[in-house]
């Protein structure tokens, strides 16, 4: 049986700074916090990363690769309609809205809305990572707009970017009242709007 490989102390950092910041925030995250999510010391910190500011670049392509894993294999890439699929995109993220908040909230979305103004760098590996996602439903929306709304005087970029200001709407509201249900509620809302902007109308479950 071959053995487990063993977790970096860079990887454990990494690893914590995804929980760590999306309970406390980026500006109330400190060092130490991390280091003692992560189960190491500060030298190892300052090993690895030459400061939190590094830290939250690092953190936010960690999080960008982790994420993107788990859409690529969601289930919601099998059906051959590329509504169903969209529409399958947004039922799954509506999945993922579970648990305490910190669980399901975005830590890219969290690090952005601090850090856009006193950290460029931040908000940059933001950018690219909600940005990057969004692109990665065009050609769903572009294929579905051709099918079901040809005539639509919007373009499937904005379509895609769209849904990411709502879910990263809900996140907010959910962090407002102290409750998932309201975040849910904005998912069900999106879902609306997209059946009604490509005159779709949903199907009856059975």
Request: glycine share 6%; with cysteine; hydrophobic share 40%.
């Amino acid at each position: 049986m071959q053995a487990k490989a063993k977790t970096s102390a860079k990887e454990k950092i990494l690893n914590a700074s995804l929980q760590v910041i999306r309970s406390k925030g980026y500006s109330a995250t400190t060092v130490d916090d991390l280091c003692g999510a992560a189960g190491v010391t500060k030298g190892a910190f300052f090993h690895h990363f030459e400061s939190k500011e590094a830290l939250g670049v690092a953190a936010a392509e960690h999080w960008s690769a982790i994420t993107s894993e788990l859409f690529a294999h969601a289930e919601y890439h099998q059906p051959s309609d590329p509504l169903a699929r969209f529409l399958g995109y947004i039922n799954f993220r509506r999945e993922l809205i579970q648990g305490e908040i910190p669980e399901f909230s975005c830590l890219v979305g969290t690090m952005v809305q601090e850090a856009y103004d006193s950290n460029p760098a931040i908000r940059q590996a933001c950018q690219e990572s909600i940005f990057g996602h969004a692109s990665t439903l065009v050609n769903d929306i572009a294929e579905a707009k051709k099918l079901y709304a040809p005539k639509a005087n919007w373009e499937p970029e904005s379509l895609a970017l769209h849904t990411q200001a709502v879910l990263q709407g809900a996140f907010i509201l959910a962090k407002a009242k102290g409750n998932m249900n309201v975040a849910v509620d904005s998912v069900d809302h999106l879902s609306r709007y997209v059946n009604f902007l490509f005159h779709h109308e949903p199907k009856e479950k059975k």
